[in-house]
């Protein structure tokens, strides 16, 4: 089963197409990891599944992105229903200023009218207990959520994300600014959560990628004399695409002779 | 070689720490000169009374007690009006005391309430306008035309003030036939409006970007990422913009003088004339009392005091409500 399926999808930063038109499927309950060197395009390919995409200014996107069924580029969309199916998280670990733990939780659920505060108590502590940080922060729930550290914030994040029950969770390289024990811990929690939901991240480890992703999308980039352009070179179960590429690119990429 | 070069460089730098300190020491001095100056002569004009009292006309009359109530006003005596004529404690004419000389009486009680109305309405004008234009220009960028908003705010940040009074004066004052503390508001109003505007939208872009697509990635909508996220994060710098913009407005001389016209007793009613701290201070400098003179630099004091005062409870009431930010 398909979670998302990308059909001629093509982002572009005003005229300027930044990827070759992409075509895959998301698997259902299945981590996904997007790999690439940098300019590739792989952030951007994962923004435009949650059309966060445009919220940069001048960038818009052509194609069909179909979220069970439904293309989330269908003229009578409103993107941010898409966000509240698709929840994303991002590469700094974002606590939100003036807001304590607690809030920093709950503002999904504010959004959505939620304001009973023991359906608000009860969905802000499932979604820290998710997030494996419902023991660390239970006691400082009121404390400002910039005073936790960079992983506990990023867990944080994905509490904040796992709150509204999203289908679909996007991680834009959640683990890039944050030490090894911290990405442990973040990369355990992601593994647990794909019986819930399903998980792309984009990431530049590709022992990340091949220790915790079921299947494996790898970017390049194309130099050509007038623009560079990014494009999605392979795709495929994870141990296939790191063991046995079928793409030349890949092959060095992973092997560290390019990238 | 090498040691010239490096006795030359860092001759170079100690000689350009020296200007620069220079620099700064004269940029000072002005300020410094001016708050002493103000301190100084505006001191001598303090008492209660200058708090308490409304204006009282020049007079060398003692201050009517109880057991010496002021004389009968008498139609036939050329003298007999108290406020010049000078009168000795036992209620005769002394031609040995002059008016002119005599201390200055009453105080500036409606010229503070004045400012702080005239004042403190024009912030109500200024404010949402200033800052949901801010925003605007912040959040939802429309570069072309927020290219031209921004740049007639920056115009008119610059235009001398009595612009703003005569606009008000030709378009309110004398549409109403009638000088009012309303029509000063809106003209401090208009001055106020692009300090709140600029520094609105310079506080709010400060506010990181992650903050912003961690709640537009949420679903929430431009404006409720706006009210709840980046709104909060930037009030304390929001806020300075805004007292900023009060103190701009509370020192107006020159709009006021032709909207509001000023006044020597307390009134409260928005639409007639009232009194003004830059206006008595402006009035009392024109005086030809020295009692008076005095005074306008006691009014001058006190209109730096408020601001200050504004300031300050202002700074201490946004650090606890924003308290659990850092």
């Known amino acids: 089963m398909s979670a998302m399926i990308l059909q001629e999808l093509k982002p572009f930063y005003g005229k300027r197409q930044a990827v070759k038109a992409v075509n895959m499927e998301l698997a259902s309950n299945q981590i996904t990891a997007i790999i690439g060197p940098s300019g590739c395009g792989k952030s951007t390919v994962l923004r435009c599944l949650n059309r966060m995409h445009e919220t940069i200014p001048g960038a818009t996107a052509t194609g069909t992105v179909l979220l069970g069924g439904q293309d989330i580029y269908a003229a009578d969309v409103d993107p941010t229903m898409i966000r509240i199916k698709v929840g994303m998280v991002f590469q700094q670990p974002v606590a939100l200023r003036t807001r304590n733990v607690y809030e920093n939780v709950a503002i999904g659920l504010r959004l959505q009218g939620i304001s009973q505060r023991a359906e608000l108590d009860a969905a802000v502590e499932r979604a820290l207990r998710s997030a494996v940080l419902w023991d660390e922060v239970k006691d400082v729930l009121s404390k400002p959520g910039t005073a936790l550290s960079g992983g506990q914030q990023q867990r944080l994040a994905i509490a904040r994300a796992l709150a509204i029950q999203p289908d679909v969770l996007l991680l834009d390289e959640p683990a890039s600014a944050l030490d090894p024990i911290a990405t442990a811990s973040i990369e355990e929690l992601l593994v647990t959560l794909k019986q819930r939901l399903t998980i792309v991240i984009v990431t530049h480890s590709m022992q990340q990628a091949a220790r915790i992703s079921d299947e494996t999308a790898v970017f390049m980039v194309d130099v050509g004399q007038n623009q560079t352009i990014g494009e999605l070179v392979e795709k495929g179960q994870t141990t296939q695409v790191f063991t046995q590429p079928s793409d030349p690119r890949t092959e060095s990429y992973i092997s560290g002779r390019v990238g | ?326």
């Open chain 2, 1 to 326: 070689m090498r040691t010239f070069n490096y006795r030359r460089r860092k001759l170079t730098d100690q000689v350009m720490r020296g200007l620069s300190a220079l620099a700064t020491g004269c940029a000072i001095i002005p300020l410094i000169a001016i708050i002493g100056y103000v301190l100084t002569i505006g001191a001598g004009a303090m008492s209660w009374s200058f708090f308490s009292d409304v204006y009282q006309p020049p007079s060398s009359a003692p201050e009517p007690t109880a057991d010496k109530p002021a004389p009968a006003y008498d139609p036939n005596d050329p003298f007999a009006d108290i406020s010049v004529a000078p009168i000795d404690a036992a209620g005769n004419v002394d031609p040995t005391v002059s008016v002119y000389n005599a201390a200055p009486r009453g105080g500036v009680l409606h010229g503070i309430l004045g400012t702080l109305t005239i004042a403190g309405i024009g912030l109500l004008f200024a404010l949402p306008i200033g800052i949901f234009a801010g925003i605007y220009l912040s959040e939802f960028r429309n570069e072309r035309y927020a290219t031209i908003v921004r740049f007639c705010c920056d115009v008119l940040s610059g235009s001398p003030s009595i612009v703003a009074g005569v606009t008000i004066y030709v378009l309110v004052v004398l549409q109403a036939k009638q000088f009012s503390a309303v029509a000063g508001s809106m003209a401090l109003a208009i001055l106020m409006i692009p300090i709140v505007t600029r520094t609105t939208e310079e506080m709010l872009k400060l506010v990181p970007e992650t903050m912003r697509e961690a709640a537009r990635g949420l679903g929430a909508p431009v404006w409720y990422s706006t009210l709840t996220v980046v709104l909060p994060a930037a009030l304390p710098g929001i806020v300075t913009g805004v007292m900023l913009a009060f103190a701009r407005g509370a020192g107006e001389t020159a709009p006021l003088i032709l909207t509001v016209l000023g006044s020597n007793v307390i009134s409260m009613d928005i639409f007639k004339p009232m009194a003004a701290l830059p206006l008595l201070t402006y009035r009392y400098t024109e005086s030809p009392y020295p009692g008076e003179n005095t005074q306008a630099w006691g009014a001058a004091f006190v209109l730096m005091m408020l601001v200050l005062l504004m300031n300050i409870l202002v700074r201490v009431a946004t650090r606890k409500a924003g308290g659990n930010s850092r």
